[in-house]
Structure formats: C-alpha cells, structure tokens
C-alpha cells in the first residue's frame, strides 16, 4: 500500500483530518532545510509538501516567491531537491511526501527519468501546479509507472461537470484550492468550505484536502474536520523568515520558530 | 476574414494552427493552474463565438477604421532604398496607428470580447509601455477599470508611456520581482488575475500565453499583413522578396507573417533581439538561445539554464526584454518557414538614426531591429527586389534611452 493512503486510512481510524505542513527546499540554504524537514514528522506533520525552488511561480503569493528565491540562490536545483528527500527517507519510512512545483524543472529533466529518480528518492505524490489535466498526459504515464500519486487540484471555480472528468482518473488525494487567488493571501470562509465539500464528494471517493489561505491553528483545526487535511505553507515561511538575519541566513530561532508552528496547528487539527 | 474552408486548401496551409487543444507542433497548449483552466475554456468558446459573429466583425471593423486609423500606409523607402543601393525598402506603418504601435489592433479585438463577456475590469502586462497605453486607452474609450503591471526597471526606462497610462486613467503597479522586466510583470498580472477571476479580463499583448491567446491575438494582428500583401501588389503588381518583422512576444511579426504563410516563395524574417550580443550573455533571442520549455501558460523556446530555470532577457528595447516567444513562431521555427536571425542593441540604434534621418520617421527600438536587419539584407539584393519591413511602432518613447546611449543629456 502507498504511503499516502496508509497515512490517510490510519487518520480515518483516528477520526481526524491530516495536517500537511509545507517546505520550500533550500530556504535558506539546504541543511537548514534538511533539518526542518526530518524533525516535521514529530512536530505534527502526518504528510509534507516539498516545494521545489521556481524562477517565476506565477501562482504564489510574496512568502513563497521569496521563499524561492532564497533558495535559488543557496543553489537548489530539481535533482537537489529530490537528494533532500533521499536523505530524509534514510531516517523515515512512513511520511508521506508529496512534491510541489512548476513543470519547467521537470520537462527540462526529462519527465520519465524525473518520475523514476523521484520514486527512488522516496517521493509518494507530485503536484505540479501549471500542469491541469488536459496537459498532463505527458507526465501521468511515467508518474503511474513509477507508482506515483499525480494530485488533482481542483479550485471554487471548477464545474460540476468538469470535477467529474478531471476526477475520473485521480488518485492518492484532492487538493482543493480553497480561493480563487494566489498562495498566502485570502481565506475560504466555513460555509464556502463545506459547500466545496459537498461538491468534491459527489464527485470523488478520494480523500480531499484543503489548501491556500489557512494560517492560524483555529482555520487548519475548522479546515481538516471539513475536508480530510489542512495544507498549511506561508503562515509557517512567514514566522521562520523572520527568525533571519540582515543577509536572509538562517539563525538558531529558525528551525524551533518553524516547528513550533507546525507543533500548534497540528494539536489544532488533534485537539 | 474570409478563409478558404476547401479540405485541399487547409491540408495544404500552414495557416490553419493551432490543433483544438491549442498545440503548434509540439508548442503552444494550456499550461495554467485550475483556477484559471475553466476561465481559458470560456474564454476560448467566447472568443470563437465572437469571431464568427458577422456582428462582432462589422463592430471591430468600425473601430479599427474611425478610431485606430486603419488601413496603414504601405510606405516606400526611397532614400533609404537608394542609400543601401539594393532592394527597394516598403514600410508597414504600423506607428501611425492611434497610441503609436500595432499594439492597438489586438486590444480593440480583445475589449470588445471583454465586454461581449460582461467583464469589467481590466488587467494587463506590459514591457515597452506600448500594449499598457492601447489597453489604458481602449479602457478610457469604454469606461472600464484598468490595471497595469509593468517591470520597475521598465517604469524606469519608459517614463513617458507611465505617464501615459495615468493620464488615461490606469492603475499602473511597478513589479519588483526578478529583474522588474516583461516577465515579472507578466507573473503579476497572472497573480491578479487568479485573484479576480469573476469580473477581471486578462488582456494579454502578445502572441504567446495559453490557447486561445497565441491564436486570438495573432488572428487580431492579422491585418497587418492582411493589408500589407494586398497594398505591396497594388504598388508593384507583385508579392515581395522578403518581409521582416522584430519579435519580442512575437505579436507584429505574427500579425504581418500570418497572411503570407502559404505564399511558400515569400521569404519571412523574424528579428529578435541579440541584445549586446548572441553569446554575451545579455540577450533577448529565444529562438537563437533558447530550448522549448513551458512558462506563462505555454511551451515554447525559452531562455533557461540546465535545470530548468527561466534567465532574465537582456535587450536595449524594453518591449522585446522577454525571454520567450509566441508558440506559433517556436512551430514556424522547427518546420523551417520563417527564418530566425537577430539585431544587436548597437545595430537597432544605428538603425534607429539612419531610418530618422534618411526617412524622417523615427522608429520604436523595437522596430529599429527589423530596420537594422533590412539594412543587413538590402544591399545583397537586386534593385528590382523587395522587402517590407513591419514598423510595428514609434520611437518618441525610447528618445531619452537613445539620448543616453548617445552620451546626450537632455
């Protein structure tokens, strides 16, 4: 069984949504970001989203743009970002981790080797944010090859009719964008959520999480219990960049200030 | 636009691109994120209504004619012709048109989409200035909300056309991201939109972005050369030796090319900009130096280092400082169509002063490339030959950078 639904089948026996902290790979350089990401398991992280460093994520808010940049310029790179996982496997064997990014990085690595290189690393699913499911034939082949789960994103302005069709061929979970806008910015309200969720069970059995917009430990707790997850990415970019020095470096705040963020949402998302 | 729907005559054309999911060879597509891909299915199931609409035609038709000031003179360059002793030299004035570029011809078709669409508020990317001036005028024209994202190094270097665009009434935001050029401005304006979906029309200015972008923008810049092929046979009984455009996004140069796409014996030039140099590292030639990759919403030859990595584009010209192309120019470069070579920012301001002094036109840097490689070709060719060059805008906005480039203070 894949990583990524053993995960959600143990939080269903649990009676709970999932908390999927994110990481941008590289911020501020790769050792604090390695560190970060082997302790976000005890912290609370039940999945991780690695994001992989892009020169123009035309879909992210100020945090991860900056996030991005600072780790372009500590030298990350695809195949880096996927040595960053394959360490984190050595230590770890149950977390599910899911890579975020743009497809640039990965059509230019060579979409069959990516997926077979990703696989090796210990990557469970792939979200590659301008790649909607009329294009991704060119990546879903190989991704199902190698056993990865290409995570369907859905948005408040998807259809009815086209949340079944892109559904149809889904798998491992449903990330809903839970505003029409960029990372970090504005919040689903309650109401709009539950609404969302009616619509994405009609439509699929998979488990759906809900990303976008959810900052504070109250929105991830009200988020996982709507959906099955709460994807939570600037809120925790934000606190830990401001633990940085004058020259963007990491200092000794850095990592505690971040899973301390994480160790509050997800006793939000437990309680 | 009448087009010849015979089954023969489309198999045989090279004008019947994209494929229904928007793909030129393996160019072009629909590379948004999901908020948007419903956005672009209508967009594109309005666009097509809309361009089958006798209706929608007879109205694009009347502004292009009272308010753009069309058709554009066919100009021939004597002097200058004469000057470079070989082919004779035609000029598309395309600067003559209202706001001084070709710009206006695709934001006209756009707006009147826009507004078929019940859309009210406008958002636009712009590098030169040039596409946020005819967007910020048609916004007047209409009386709709209008935001501009432009690069801050380029708000910087076209001071003149900001002003412009405030006057008119226009929101302008200086982008700050990256090198603060056309493609920052472009993921900005992206962002907006995503953000403002329901009552925002993305006006996109150039030839490239996801279907049904490249298709409707070129199909609105059509006729530039939909007027050029008919108005070079009236004055000389005859199809040219060659025509030439400049290509940032691509859009002028598609507009003018398009219609002469089946005339195989027509040789087209596509221009672009070298920057200080092809191999200097500052450059703006995507074809020349880049590989087919996906940004903005298509795949197309890109300027990007070995992991995939978008690198900034380098050319004196604001409007052509982006390091993409349209997918459609990307489709004509693999199938050897259109010819790909490239002017150096030294070239286009030599250029620049030559077509001012010996023609009394000042050109747009961005048309001065197109001029600079007419100036190349010309003397390696036949008095009896010609060449029309696409003058895709003028240059009263770019006086101060050539002004400095000159060591002039004004």
Partial sequence: ?271 | MPADTSITSQLNSLRTGPDERGHFGIHGGRFVAETLMPLMLELEQSYNHAKTDPQFQEELDYYLRHYVGRPSPLWHAKRLSETLGGAQIYLKREELNHTGSHKLNNVMGQILLARRMGKTRIVAETGAGQHGVATATVCALFGLDCEIYMGATDVERQKPNVFRMHLLGAKVHPVTAGAGTLKDAMNEAMRDWVANVENTYFLVGTVAGPHPYPTMVRDFQSVIGTEAREQIQEQTGRLPDAVIAAIGGGSNAMGIFHPFLDDVDVPLYGVEAAGLGLDSGKTAASIARGKPGVLHGNRTYLLQDEHGQITEAHSISAGLDYPGIGPEHSWLKDIGRVNYVSATDNQALEAFQTLTKLEGIIPALESAHAVAHAIVMAPTMTKDQTIIVNLSGRGDKDVPTVAAHLGVKL
């Fill in chain 1, 1 to 271: 069984m894949s990583r990524i639904k053993a995960c959600f089948d143990r939080l269903k026996k649990e009676g709970r949504g999932a908390l999927l902290p994110y990481l941008e790979a590289f911020d501020p350089d790769r050792e604090t970001s390695l560190a970060l990401l082997r302790q976000m398991p005890e912290a609370g992280a039940d999945l991780i989203e690695v994001g992989v460093p892009f020169s123009d994520p035309s879909a992210d808010g100020p945090t991860i743009q900056l996030a991005a940049r600072r780790g372009l310029k500590a030298g990350a790179t695809l195949k880096g970002t996927l040595e960053l996982i394959g360490e984190f496997r050595k230590g770890n064997d149950h977390t599910p981790i899911i890579l975020m990014g743009y497809y640039n990085p990965i059509d230019r690595y060579g979409v069959e080797r990516f997926c077979q290189d990703a696989r090796s690393a210990g990557v469970d699913g792939l979200i590659v944010v301008d790649l909607p499911p009329e294009e991704s034939e060119e990546l879903a082949p190989y991704a199902k090859a190698a056993g990865l789960d290409i995570i369907t994103l859905t948005a408040p302005t998807t259809p009815d009719d086209r949340l079944k069709t892109i559904l149809k061929n889904a798998s491992g979970f449903v990330y809903y964008v839970s505003i029409t806008g960029i990372t970090g910015t504005r919040s689903a309200t309650e109401d709009q959520l539950k609404a969302a969720m009616a619509r994405l069970k009609a439509a699929t059995d998979l488990p759906v999480v809900t990303g976008f917009g959810i900052s504070t430990p109250e929105q991830a707790r009200i988020a996982s219990r709507i959906s099955d997850g709460a994807v939570v990415a600037s809120a925790i970019i934000k606190e830990m960049a401001a633990t940085y020095d004058e020259h963007g470096h990491a200092t000794e705040r850095s990592i505690p200030t971040a899973l301390e963020k994480i160790h509050s949402l997800a006793k939000a998302v437990q309680g």
